[in-house]
């Protein structure tokens, strides 16, 4: 496959791992506070305000996403974002274990970002190192 093709599927990449970050950040955490999101908060026993926390990770969400989508800083913030998956996905199924069973639940919201992210490290790599 070419180097511009190689390039053109890491864009789309990026653009729809940013979408979910963007996506994520702004409708069930800013726009319109999830309950869900805020019962996760409270189950993790933190102490703290489950509204301003969720408000907090969508500030975080959408400017990763923004980061990611604009590729500022090369691929760190990808790889941040797949650590920060894989975290919170394990803290779900630590603190509420049974939204792993639902519908449209962590997992399968989770692993398909995870993909899109391993996915735009390889491809860039690819980007750098084919002639």
């Not at 975290?87 to 639940?105: E, K, Y």
Request: hydrophobic share 60%.
């Amino acid at each position: 496959m070419s180097n511009p093709d190689l390039l053109k599927m890491a864009r789309w990449c990026r653009w729809m791992l940013a979408f979910v970050f963007i996506y994520h950040g702004l409708i069930p955490k800013l726009l319109f506070p999830s309950p869900v999101e805020m019962q996760m908060i409270e189950a993790a026993g933190l102490g703290l305000d489950a509204q301003v926390i969720s408000s907090l990770a969508g500030v975080a969400e959408v400017l990763l996403g923004l980061v990611i989508l604009f590729g500022w800083f090369g691929r760190w913030p990808v790889v941040a974002a797949a650590l920060g998956l894989l975290g919170l996905l394990a803290g779900v199924a630590r603190v509420t274990p049974a939204l792993l069973v639902g519908a449209f639940n962590p997992v399968t919201t989770t692993l398909p970002a995870l993909l899109l992210c391993v996915l735009i490290i390889r491809l860039e790599a690819g980007c750098n190192t084919a002639a």
